[in-house]
């Protein structure tokens, strides 16, 4: 599947530019969300909330897996939301790596502070000048076991200095770390993955750590572990 995608994007980028490329990738990513079902892990995915398409978003989520992300790109999609991923999976994974250097992610070296702030800053240009949104995930790295790790400030604050207005999200994500209790392989069976997305908080008025400190609280108040 990433395979034939890697060939799609590559196409639908260099033959219609932006527009197409996107929707080859959800496209894509419908599919890997789909693939779930193979194993009899389900998704569920809730949205209550009537976010704007008019304003750029700031998706913050907890993070259990990698499986956490397609379903996050499919059922946000008419948000355009970028990610901030670490460089290193720019390179060498077919449809996903294409996607993460052509398709406006922030492709972070944790290594080179300079190098990561200029990405997260060119992501929140982007953000202001073509109203895209952006999935954070501020705990760094994935939760193996589901327990939360604590909420990092940095790069949402860098970006609400160039989109003070943009809206902020939270989504909380339940048992996707189920699906890798024992690695990549092999995957585990008949879970009930979930994806919720939370009450906005608006940012007027509001710090920066504030802002991810009540973000935070509201994703740990529906983890299930």
Request: hydrophobic share 45%; glycine share 6%.
């Given at each position: 599947?990433?395979l034939?995608?890697?060939?799609?994007q590559?196409?639908?980028?260099?033959?219609?530019?932006?527009?197409?490329?996107?929707?080859?990738?959800?496209?894509?990513?419908?599919?890997?969300?789909?693939?779930?079902y193979?194993?009899?892990?389900?998704?569920?995915?809730?949205?209550?909330?009537h976010?704007?398409?008019?304003?750029?978003?700031?998706?913050i989520?907890?993070?259990?897996?990698?499986?956490?992300?397609?379903p996050?790109?499919?059922?946000?999609?008419?948000?355009?939301?970028?990610?901030?991923?670490k460089?290193?999976?720019?390179?060498g994974?077919?449809?996903?790596?294409?996607?993460?250097?052509?398709?406006?992610?922030?492709n972070?070296?944790?290594?080179?502070p300079?190098?990561?702030?200029?990405?997260?800053?060119?992501?929140?240009?982007?953000?202001?000048?073509k109203?895209?949104?952006?999935?954070i995930?501020?705990?760094?790295?994935?939760?193996?076991?589901?327990v939360?790790?604590?909420?990092a400030?940095?790069?949402?604050?860098?970006?609400?200095?160039?989109?003070?207005?943009?809206?902020?999200?939270?989504?909380?994500?339940?048992?996707?770390w189920?699906?890798?209790?024992?690695?990549?392989f092999?995957?585990?069976?008949?879970?009930?993955?979930?994806?919720?997305?939370?009450?906005?908080?608006?940012?007027?008025?509001?710090?920066?750590?504030?802002?991810?400190?009540?973000?935070?609280?509201?994703?740990?108040?529906?983890?299930?572990?």
């Amino acid at each position: 599947m990433l395979l034939i995608f890697h060939a799609i994007q590559w196409l639908s980028l260099n033959l219609g530019g932006y527009t197409p490329h996107k929707k080859a990738v959800d496209i894509l990513n419908w599919f890997l969300t789909s693939s779930y079902y193979l194993l009899g892990n389900t998704v569920t995915f809730i949205n209550h909330q009537h976010l704007p398409t008019n304003r750029s978003i700031i998706f913050i989520a907890n993070h259990q897996s990698m499986y956490d992300i397609p379903p996050l790109i499919y059922f946000l999609r008419k948000h355009h939301a970028k990610f901030i991923s670490k460089i290193e999976l720019a390179t060498g994974i077919p449809s996903i790596s294409y996607n993460l250097k052509h398709g406006g992610a922030a492709n972070i070296d944790r290594n080179d502070p300079k190098q990561s702030i200029g990405e997260i800053l060119k992501l929140a240009k982007n953000m202001k000048e073509k109203n895209w949104s952006t999935v954070i995930f501020p705990e760094g790295t994935r939760s193996k076991t589901g327990v939360m790790k604590p909420f990092a400030v940095g790069g949402i604050a860098t970006i609400l200095k160039k989109v003070p207005h943009a809206l902020i999200v939270p989504i909380v994500i339940n048992n996707s770390w189920k699906m890798v209790r024992y690695g990549s392989f092999p995957l585990n069976t008949f879970i009930a993955m979930r994806w919720e997305v939370l009450k906005p908080i608006e940012p007027e008025g509001l710090s920066a750590e504030e802002i991810v400190k009540k973000a935070e609280a509201a994703i740990r108040e529906k983890v299930m572990l």
